[in-house]
């Protein structure tokens, strides 16, 4: 994939569950208590691992607000400073290279978790925020590189694919509970609960398949995960899972496991949340990419329709608005014709926004906006649309509360930071490659700039002068706190 949008924003994706069963699907141990009623705590844990100290926390400024602090992340480790750049501090020497920043950070912003390969495996660490603080929580799995390298295709090696290529960390909404992956009571991966109160975590699933990539539902009651499998026969490169095999909310409280529809697909197709208990996916294929938009009820299992139009390849999704943001071509079943589409809230027919379609789409929450490949910004009714400053060659794009944009524009494989103020035109601030680009929370006309080589700057209206601010390594990822 291109790099056509490396510019995070924090948003915490919730998903799922349905109607608890008598019988445990495939896959979901039968509890051996009387279930709990929702909302009330959860059965003590059965394990209590003790921690262990990785390293001494490193010192660190400690007026940093909490929670308001920008985290930048990359395969050497994180930084944090505060959010006009200053006081940068690095936090860990830990690295992030496959995992989501955002997925790792616990909402409360008072520490994150981390899945790090050892010499003997995996290991789940828990960094505390700001002071650096950092233990073993668990040990996930045992396996060398030397046996990843000599048997690439043995059941050992899915297992630690499984842990080690997904983003398998998720924090319940009020940053209590962390739903973690790991193989600890069996030959495949199984979902654990890690309670950061008590240090005591509890196994949740037992079965054949492989469970990955755990989301929360929005109140917090149940977590939905996949369960994968590699079957062959392979080729190459071995790039992930082959057949998805099953799709399991779990009720937290009770540890009751139920079955939910899997779509007809490979991959996750998950979409996002409609309301607390419903989510969105769709069916996918090789011939006529995606199709079958619908709602499900976690509660029955129910599948509402939402949209009949197919669309290509992947479809980006408003909660906050129930929008729709989708390219479409033509000659599929049910395809609206080519070009990009809008799908507002309560409405079955898309409306044509370009004769042209997109090749990446995705809802940025900070920018309040629809980004769209190499289109621009679309606001989530259709109505104001932010053009790139050079078509097809702008990348990394930001825009700011206050209508000032940013991006990085490559040319004759040179890069370079541009921004433009309401009403003015392009102007270069910066050259050089970049990593990620954010806009100050706190002043709306600051701009924070990470380059590839690590060097952070920072560049406030109206001059925009560049200010370097210091270094990091290998930094690829950037997290700044919502307005």
């Not at 992030?96 to 010499?119: C, F, K, W, Y």
Request: proline fraction near 8%.
């Amino acid at each position: 994939m291109q790099k056509h949008c490396t510019f995070f924003v924090l948003i915490l994706i919730l998903i799922v569950s349905s109607s608890c069963q008598s019988q445990a699907p495939a896959g979901i141990p039968t509890p051996s208590a009387t279930p709990v009623p929702a909302g009330t705590e959860p059965p003590a844990p059965t394990v209590t691992p003790t921690p262990t100290i990785l390293a001494p926390p490193p010192t660190i400024t400690p007026s940093i607000p909490a929670g308001l602090y920008t985290m930048y992340g990359g395969p050497e480790g994180i930084w944090i400073s505060q959010p006009d750049g200053t006081s940068l501090t690095k936090l860990t020497d830990l690295g992030i290279d496959r995992l989501d920043l955002h997925r790792v950070r616990s909402p409360n912003g008072d520490r994150m978790a981390l899945i790090v390969q050892t010499e003997e495996g995996f290991d789940l660490v828990e960094v505390l925020i700001p002071g650096g603080e950092t233990k073993t929580i668990a040990h996930l799995y045992s396996i060398t590189d030397e046996e990843l390298t000599a048997k690439p295709t043995s059941a050992r090696a899915f297992t630690a694919y499984a842990i080690r290529d997904y983003d398998n960390l998720a924090w319940d909404p009020g940053g209590r509970y962390l739903a973690f992956v790991g193989a600890m009571d069996g030959p495949t991966s199984d979902l654990y609960l890690y309670d950061t109160e008590t240090g005591r975590i509890r196994r949740l699933t037992d079965g054949e398949a492989q469970a990955v990539f755990p989301t929360w539902s929005w109140d917090g009651e149940y977590i939905l995960l996949y369960g994968v499998s590699w079957r062959g026969p392979f080729g190459g490169a071995i790039l992930g899972h082959d057949h998805l095999d099953e799709v399991v909310a779990v009720h937290v409280s009770s540890g009751l496991g139920t079955l939910l529809p899997v779509p007809k697909s490979v991959a996750f197709n998950f979409v996002g949340w409609q309301g607390a208990r419903h989510y969105i996916t769709y069916d996918s294929d090789e011939t006529c990419y995606a199709k079958n938009l619908r709602s499900v009820d976690v509660v029955t299992g129910e599948a509402t329709p939402i949209m009949e139009a197919s669309f290509y390849s992947v479809i980006a999704y408003s909660d906050q608005y129930e929008a729709f943001l989708f390219a479409s071509a033509g000659g599929c079943p049910a395809s609206p014709g080519e070009g990009t589409f809008l799908l507002s809230e309560g409405q079955t027919t898309p409306v044509k926004l370009l004769d042209r379609k997109v090749y990446e789409v995705s809802w940025l929450p900070g920018t309040q906006a629809f980004y769209a490949y190499p289109e621009g910004f679309f606001s989530a009714d259709g109505t104001k649309v932010y053009e790139p400053p050079v078509y097809e060659k702008s990348y990394q794009p930001a825009i700011s509360e206050n209508d000032y944009q940013a991006w990085e524009v490559i040319e004759n494989r040179q890069g370079r930071v541009v921004v433009k103020a309401p009403g003015g035109d392009w102007q270069t601030i910066l050259e050089g490659d970049v990593a990620a680009l954010a806009w100050h929370v706190m002043a709306p006309e600051t701009l924070t700039i990470v380059l590839k080589d690590g060097s952070l700057y920072t560049a406030s209206a109206p001059a925009f002068n560049a200010q370097i601010m210091g270094h990091m390594e290998g930094v690829n990822q950037i997290w700044v706190p919502l307005p």
